[in-house]
């Protein structure tokens, strides 16, 4: 499983969406379920999923999939092209 | 006083039952499998009052606690009430009564087998769901007749009504002791088109009835009707509700107490319910269903009224403390699904709960395990294989 397919199958489980409403465009705005426990199980999620340790900071500022590619890429998680 | 044993033989008793009734010396009546020895129930009669010697009649139950207890209640009393149910329903024109559950639930016993009694109709005693086809046999020919079932049973007459088959001669259809199958109202209505459907509530302390009203009246199935004449209810500061009856109990004892209960005494119900803006009561579950998870009131009949609009298999939940410490509930369905099931019915959660009233786990089995009463049998259900479908990020 590819760490794109992991991340999408995570946001799905955590945020209980849809395969059609998942994209890399999908901003918390756009999710009613992306409220404040839904941060910390991203967070809990991602450090089992990638072993990435997101700080408080850094789970709260994040507002979109891209985001958490992007601080997950930053940290030596890579994704795909 | 005397004790009566149900036996697997329960049309037998009838006759032994309806003699004990009509006599003044009191009775009490004991499952089988009983959850007491007689050795429990003899000791527990030499400490009762002597005024129930006479007159008064004894059930088990467990009620939600698990510990065996015994209910004593008026023969004259609980006859009054029988023909309030009578009344209510209009259950002149019902000539039969089918009994497809034990005899020794306060539900058949009141609603069936004394209404029966006292009123002069016939009760037709089947092994209810072990033995599907002779019930069948006993709806399609015995004419206008009255069914008590509870909805646990629903899921169980689902799997073996086959296609096309109906019960016209059932007139009245009554549910009580648990969640009302409010999913499986329209299927009901095809199988049974001449049946009024009606949603009861009560508890064996009631002996049982508190409030009767036909399904139609509400589509939430967890609101009740009015409390029927002589009946009033409560809720308690800990949102239990509670209930006098000019119908209840005398007494409630176990091996510890002995409650003697007054007509202006509130009895707990083992339920925990809210006051709608209509004046009606919601209920939200047995006390041990309904828990508080992230400050959130988390109630197992809710949630399970619902999840039955996304899935049309069983489903049971078990409690578990959850990896975050808080309550917990665990979600079994059956039998086990595919992923499109499971993310259907996580949609629903999402569009109909809020986070902390998501179950920590969905998991699956072949067959949930039922208990001799219906419900299903969360000890046995732990002990199973089970798949896991889906676990909440904590």
């Known amino acids: 499983m590819t760490n794109r397919s992991k991340l999408k199958q995570l946001i799905l489980d955590v945020f209980l969406l849809s395969e059609e409403e998942y994209s890399l465009n999908l901003k918390r705005e756009d999710i009613q379920t992306w409220d404040s426990l839904g941060v910390v199980s991203m967070a809990v999620g991602i450090q089992e999923t990638f072993g990435y340790h997101l700080r408080p900071e850094q789970a709260t500022a994040i507002a979109s999939v891209s985001d958490i590619i992007q601080v997950l890429t930053e940290n030596g998680v890579h994704f795909d092209v | ?394």
């Open chain 2, 1 to 394: 006083m005397i004790q009566i044993k149900s036996e697997a033989a329960i049309s037998a008793q009838h006759g032994l039952l309806a003699s004990a009734w009509d006599s003044n010396e009191s009775f009490i009546f004991t499952p089988s499998p009983c959850p007491v020895t007689d050795e429990w129930l003899r000791t527990l009669i030499r400490r009762l009052p002597s005024e129930l010697y006479e007159d008064h009649f004894g059930i088990l139950t467990s009620g939600s606690t698990g510990t065996p207890k015994l209910i004593m209640g008026s023969k004259y009393r609980t006859g009054e009430l029988s023909r309030l149910i009578n009344e209510h329903q209009q259950l002149e024109p019902v000539q039969n009564a089918i009994l497809a559950l034990p005899l020794p639930y306060s539900y058949s016993l009141v609603n069936q087998w004394l209404w029966a009694h006292i009123h002069g109709k016939t009760l037709h005693s089947t092994r209810g769901m072990a033995d599907p086809q002779s019930l069948f046999r006993a709806l399609q020919c015995h004419s206008a007749s009255m069914l008590c079932l509870v909805g646990s049973q629903v899921p169980l007459l689902r799997r073996y009504v086959e296609p096309g088959m109906q019960f016209p001669e059932v007139l009245r259809l009554n549910f009580a002791g648990g969640p009302f199958p409010q999913a499986e109202l329209s299927w009901l209505h095809e199988i049974f088109p001449s049946a009024i459907i009606f949603h009861n509530y009560g508890c064996t302390e009631a002996l049982p009835r508190l409030t009767i009203r036909p399904a139609s009246d509400f589509d939430d199935p967890m609101t009740l009707g009015a409390p029927l004449p002589g009946v009033e209810l409560d809720i308690d500061a800990s949102g239990g509700l509670r209930f006098r009856s000019a119908f209840g109990c005398d007494l409630i004892a176990d091996e510890d107490h002995i409650q003697r209960v007054q007509r202006d005494e509130w009895i707990a119900t083992g339920d925990q319910a809210e006051r709608l803006e209509s004046g009606h009561f919601r209920l939200l579950g047995r006390n041990s269903e309904v828990f508080k998870r992230h400050g959130e009131k988390v109630s197992l009949a809710i949630l399970a009224c619902s999840l039955r609009q996304a899935w049309n298999g069983e489903l049971a939940f078990y409690l578990e403390t959850a990896p975050d410490g808080e309550n917990g509930h665990v979600l079994i369905l059956s039998p086990v699904p595919g992923q499109p099931a499971v993310r259907k019915l996580l949609l629903h959660l999402r569009e109909h709960f809020r986070r902390p009233l998501w179950p920590i786990r969905i998991e699956g089995v072949e067959a949930i395990p039922l208990s001799a009463n219906g419900k299903p049998d969360t000890t046995t259900l732990c002990q199973l294989p089970r798949t896991q479908l889906w676990k909440q990020i904590l």
